[in-house]
């Protein structure tokens, strides 16, 4: 127990043993989860706040915001590296997707990696054929076999010592990020005050609403792009594309397309598949902030390669 509270500020704080203990099995650490629950506890708090079109809008905004930054960053840079920048903006990134509280830039690319690896393999932290839609869905994150970040995986970042504090201490920046929008709410309160907005309720809406609305957008790629939806390529997973998922996730809803070819920063292969993502990431490649977009191959728009045969041109 005193290990999974010190987990809460430390997020590496006794990794070791647990990562060599040889009963790991998918189980609930309900002390680890403590913060998960309180996160979605907090959603409680427009009882008492209740909205204003300012908080809602924020909280709108700040779900999109976030949102590129998980598809953006955390999934498209940090985990397959689709795209190169530099050491400056990967801080950044890294910081912008620390704000999405989904733990930090190693945990999630190391998990990640591990997913494409044994993808609906026994193994496989979130697969629905392995372990049933719920714990693909949101159970798995509660696991404390699944707490440690493997550094083995990540090399390639763990070298950044901003990166792997940024990983560590992965509480620091959801909390000023708390405290900011809190700030902003009573500034408002106090210099505008026909807008009926208050600390409190840009932090529920803000904070508490919209992160865990965010995480459960992120979520349903590992659950239901996994279950619904169709397939383009004949892939050893059970991966699927979906418009309306790609609208939640801003793109990463092409998630068969994705498991085909994981190495491209594109994943709406086609122009009628909406990849907002993507689209956002070549505006700031106009902009010098990245470069080296690893482009989609030529080879995935060969029918022969298709189920059934795919019409249509890029």
């Given at each position: 127990m005193v290990t999974s509270v010190m987990q809460w500020f430390d997020a590496d704080f006794g990794a070791e043993a647990i990562n060599q203990r040889a009963d790991k099995r998918n189980k609930v650490d309900w002390v680890r989860t403590i913060p998960f629950i309180i996160l979605h506890a907090g959603c409680l708090g427009v009882i008492w706040t209740g909205w204003s079109w300012t908080a809602v809008g924020a909280a709108v905004f700040l779900y999109f915001a976030r949102m590129f930054a998980v598809t953006g960053f955390y999934h498209r840079y940090f985990s397959h590296r689709t795209f190169s920048t530099s050491r400056w903006m990967q801080f950044v990134l890294a910081l912008w997707g620390g704000a999405c509280v989904q733990r930090g830039p190693l945990w999630w690319a190391s998990t990640h990696r591990h997913h494409h690896r044994h993808s609906d393999e026994e193994v496989d932290k979130h697969s629905p054929r392995q372990h049933g839609f719920w714990w693909a869905h949101i159970g798995w994150i509660t696991s404390e076999k699944n707490f440690p970040t493997d550094y083995s995986r990540v090399k390639d970042l763990a070298k950044f010592p901003e990166l792997v504090f940024l990983?560590?201490?992965?509480?620091?920046?959801?909390?000023?990020?708390?405290?900011?929008?809190?700030?902003?709410?009573?500034?408002?309160?106090?210099?505008?005050?026909?807008?009926?907005?208050?600390?409190?309720?840009?932090?529920?809406?803000?904070?508490?609403?919209?992160?865990?609305?965010?995480?459960?957008?992120?979520?349903?790629?590992?659950?239901?792009?996994?279950?619904?939806?169709?397939?383009?390529?004949?892939?050893?997973?059970?991966?699927?594309?979906?418009?309306?998922?790609?609208?939640?996730?801003?793109?990463?809803?092409?998630?068969?397309n994705h498991h085909q070819h994981m190495g491209c920063v594109r994943q709406g292969f086609y122009w009628w598949e909406v990849d907002i993502t993507y689209y956002l990431l070549r505006c700031m490649s106009w902009l010098g902030l990245i470069w080296d977009l690893r482009p989609v191959p030529s080879e995935a728009y060969n029918p022969a390669k298709h189920i059934g045969g795919t019409p249509g041109k890029a």
């Open positions: 990983n560590r201490y992965d509480v620091v920046v959801p909390f000023l990020f708390a405290v900011l929008l809190f700030g902003v709410g009573k500034v408002l309160q106090v210099l505008a005050p026909d807008l009926g907005v208050t600390g409190a309720q840009m932090l529920v809406w803000g904070f508490f609403i919209s992160t865990t609305v965010l995480f459960h957008g992120t979520a349903c790629i590992n659950s239901m792009a996994h279950v619904f939806g169709r397939r383009r390529f004949k892939t050893t997973d059970d991966s699927r594309n979906s418009l309306i998922l790609s609208l939640i996730t801003l793109g990463e809803g092409w998630h068969n």
